[in-house]
């Protein structure tokens, strides 16, 4: 309808900011940041197999335009992979933290982080913590990083 | 397993046990995880929007700069030759002041008369017993590098007499190099290669630090562009030549497309600069540093295998010619060669760069030798200003405006033509300091971080050897002992680029009310995201990402229609003079970068002050290479108030700086920044 062109364009200009070489190719490992940037939350599992997709039958490490176009532009016409609810994302803080006390241990985050669902690599870590840890307790008070986080966007 | 499956786990209180269920542990870390990816994402995303804003705006003002200084200068040509038959006596058609002879001579290199000015006039100058800057020996030796980089880090200021002295054994001493310096490595000894500095000392001090102060047993390649844009250009260079003055065969420096007077003139810190270096002295200092800039070697060639130089190629690169040029005759970019037969080879005046073609008859004592010819001045240019792509084949460099975009298949016909087996080169800045392209053939190396702004970018050096591959260091200069977090960098680098970006479209407002409106018949005020997106392309001339950066530029109605007045409303030019029609100080800021090199042009002693009938013809020359009309009228108006002290001359710094633009959240943002 009326969406695809604009959703066409969207991409496109999203696409071209990291095409370096402007060739109409971005590298592979870009393309979670700009599926991300487009508004979408995939999890690591779903990006892998949207990558799949748009992957050339032998995997060259570049994505080219032609191939992304239509199929983000699919997921973005279903809504697919919508961004997690800010209640929903206090909700599961308060799983990991079930004395209710306010706050996860740096030791906690870590291991939940680094352990659990699908976890983060070293430097993933390191960036989380150093945005989310107040340097006294040494521990992450979530709601007041959740509404500061929240803000910044 | 669906992050979206916790939807549904609603925010009921549950026991502490029944939290503790692995499922919804499992459950809890993929909500979190999942969040944050998107969010350091994103993060990611903007921050290279907002090197795309800076880089763009650069590259269109690199571009736009060629454009007015090629006409700017072509024109003053016309007035050099036409000064010289006015003298001669001969039948001319316009009438030029002699002045003008003087700014011309100054400009195309020393004449005669200063080439007889040499070292003995500068020992004569005295360096007063108060002075507490460094004090350097002739002939220099290695514990001079060491004061001169103890001093600066002190921030001291090196007295003009031994700037003046550096500089001119430097020019001795690279006359003597051959356009390529050619080096070898050996198992022992490494050579490091570094980029782009553009002023930036604290980089310099941080290479010096990780790698070592150049010796016989360290080698450094200086791959160009050491000035302009940092507020330390002058140390850099002195740094640079007196380490080259103590090590010649293992300091090399190439020359960049910076390391020409010309451009040094766009750069407001220049100017600053040559005030604290002494203003008696600035224009000497400039005048000699012109001169070396054309001495610098072309380029470095390393173990007969590796081509370092500054920008890249073109397809008809032809290393041997560049071997044999007259390297010294390349004066600027902005000075191509002049046809001097009569001006009828009119193909000759059409160059790669976008110029006016300005045809003009011409008789004049300058002789041919004193020029390159048409194509060994270009292949100059290819090699200061190229940049390679992914695309195949070599076009124009329409983003500079010089030079060419080269692809792999130019750089493997080249380099096999040549018997090489890797090009290294800088120009372009990297965020990690390094890039490598055209299947391992191409390497950039930026040696400059936080280029654009801090956090931007790191900085990079490349070391080689001759057993093994060559290796990268990355490093970043940070204000604070601790990085902060990338939010913070992040917020930091796009509020500064969206500024910019927001004085650029002020600039362009009348231009774009107009496009709006023509889309806009039923003068709703709105338009659609892609009219606006459109129109904001278009007028602008800046390839960017409209769409995503539209929530910071306008405000859009519930129907995702942009109100397009929404980026006009914070901000504002201020004016001095109520009275002047805003089209006439919209064009003033538009180009008052363009002005200010036609200024530094004009006012030939550096004063800052140039005459009332200075500041009309000045005008005239601008409205003719813009094909503006402002009335002769206004202009004068504006001309008699700025002069306040009504002495007949004005001072243009501060007419420049009496137009900036203010922006109405710009307090509140700070404040907000000040506590992240």
Not at chain 2, 148 to 177: C, G
Request: hydrophobic share 35%; aromatic share 10%.
């Amino acid at each position: 309808e009326i969406l695809v062109p604009e959703f066409h364009k969207k991409i496109k200009e999203a696409f071209e900011v990291f095409d370096h070489e402007a060739n109409n190719t971005v590298d592979v490992r870009e393309i979670g940041t700009i599926v991300r940037s487009l508004g979408c939350c995939p999890s690591e599992g779903e990006l892998h197999d949207l990558i799949a997709e748009v992957e050339e039958e032998e995997p060259t490490g570049y994505i080219r335009f032609e191939k992304f176009l239509p199929v983000m532009t699919e997921v973005l016409l279903e809504r697919r992979y919508r961004p997690i609810p800010e209640d929903v994302l206090l909700r599961a803080f308060e799983v990991l933290d079930p004395f209710k006390r306010g706050f996860l241990s740096k030791e906690e985050l870590i291991k939940y982080m680094t352990e659990e669902g699908e976890p983060f690599s070293q430097e993933e870590m390191e960036e989380m913590l150093s945005a989310a840890i107040d340097p006294e307790s040494n521990s992450i008070h979530y709601k007041d990083y959740i509404t500061m986080m929240v803000i910044d966007e | 397993m669906s992050t979206h499956d916790l939807e549904d786990m609603g925010c009921g209180t549950s026991s502490a046990t029944q939290d503790r269920q692995p499922e919804k542990v499992l459950k809890a870390a993929l909500v979190i995880q999942n969040w944050y990816r998107g969010y350091s994402a994103r993060l990611k995303a903007r921050q290279r929007y907002a090197l795309t804003i800076f880089q763009s705006i650069e590259y269109a003002d690199e571009q736009g700069q060629l454009q007015v200084c090629f006409a700017s200068s072509s024109l003053l040509l016309v007035k050099c030759f036409s000064s010289l038959l006015i003298i001669e006596k001969m039948n001319v058609r316009v009438r030029f002041k002699l002045r003008n002879l003087e700014i011309v001579a100054r400009l195309f290199g020393s004449t005669s008369q200063d080439n007889r000015d040499r070292q003995e006039c500068v020992t004569l100058i005295e360096v007063p017993n108060s002075y507490n800057g460094p004090r350097l020996q002739f002939p220099l030796t290695f514990t001079d590098i060491d004061l001169l980089v103890e001093a600066f880090k002190q921030q001291q200021i090196l007295h003009a007499r031994y700037v003046l002295e550096v500089l001119f054994e430097t020019k001795k001493v690279l006359k003597q190099m051959p356009n390529f310096t050619h080096i070898n490595t050996s198992p022992s000894k490494e050579i490091t290669i570094c980029g782009d500095l553009h002023g930036k000392l604290d980089d310099l001090f941080l290479i010096f630090y990780k790698n070592g102060l150049p010796s016989e047993s360290n080698s450094y390649v200086f791959n160009g562009d050491f000035v302009d844009r940092g507020r330390n250009s002058i140390e850099i260079l002195m740094i640079l030549f007196v380490s080259f003055l103590v090590y010649p065969n293992d300091l090399h420096l190439n020359r960049g497309n910076h390391e020409d007077f010309m451009m040094n003139l766009r750069y407001e810190e220049n100017q600053e600069v040559l005030f604290s270096y002494l203003q008696i002295h600035g224009k000497k200092i400039l005048q000699i540093l012109e001169d070396v800039y054309t001495w610098l070697p072309i380029g470095t060639i390393i173990d007969n295998e590796i081509l370092v130089i500054h920008g890249g190629i073109s397809e008809s690169t032809d290393l041997n010619l560049l071997h044999r040029i007259e390297r010294h005759k390349m004066k600027s970019v902005l000075m191509p060669p002049v046809p001097l037969d009569g001006g009828h080879d009119t193909k000759s005046k059409k160059h790669k760069i976008n110029a006016t073609v300005m045809p003009w008859e011409v008789t004049s004592s300058s002789s041919l030798s004193e020029q390159l010819t048409k194509h060994e001045w270009e292949q100059i240019i290819d090699i200061l200003w190229s940049d390679p792509r992914g695309k195949r084949g070599c076009y124009p460099n329409t983003s500079r405006g010089g030079g060419c975009y080269f692809g792999p298949d130019i750089t493997s016909k080249v380099l096999n033509r040549f018997q090489l087996k890797m090009l290294i080169r800088s120009h372009e800045c990297k965020p990690e300091g390094y890039e490598i392209c055209h299947d391992g053939k191409v390497v950039t190396v930026f040696s400059a971080s936080n280029y654009y702004e801090e956090g931007s970018n790191r900085g990079a050096y490349i070391k080689l050897s001759s057993d093994t591959n060559p290796r990268f260091y990355q490093y970043q200069v940070t204000r604070t002992t601790c990085l902060r977090p990338l939010y913070q960098r992040v917020n930091a680098i796009e509020s500064s680029a969206i500024r910019i970006l927001r004085e650029r479209i002020i600039s362009r407002k009348t231009d774009l009310i107009n496009a709006f409106h023509l889309q806009d018949r039923t003068k709703s005020g709105k338009v659609s995201m892609s009219q606006w997106a459109f129109s904001m392309e278009n007028i602008l001339g800046l390839n960017l990402p409209w769409r995503s950066l539209s929530s910071h530029l306008v405000t859009t109605d519930t129907n995702g229609n942009i109100n397009y007045m929404s980026s006009f409303q914070d901000i504002h030019i201020q004016k001095p003079v109520k009275e002047a029609q805003s089209t006439l100080i919209e064009t003033l800021y538009r180009y008052r970068s363009d002005l200010q090199i036609i200024f530094n042009v004009i006012d030939s002693d550096h004063s800052g002050l140039i005459s009332m009938e200075e500041f009309r013809s000045m005008w005239k020359l601008f409205n003719r290479h813009y094909n503006i009309h402002i009335d002769d009228v206004q202009v004068d108006d504006l001309a008699e108030r700025m002069d306040l002290n009504k002495d007949g001359s004005i001072d243009f710094n501060e007419f420049l700086k009496a137009f900036y633009v203010v922006h109405k959240l710009d307090k509140l943002n700070k404040s907000e920044s000040s506590l992240a």
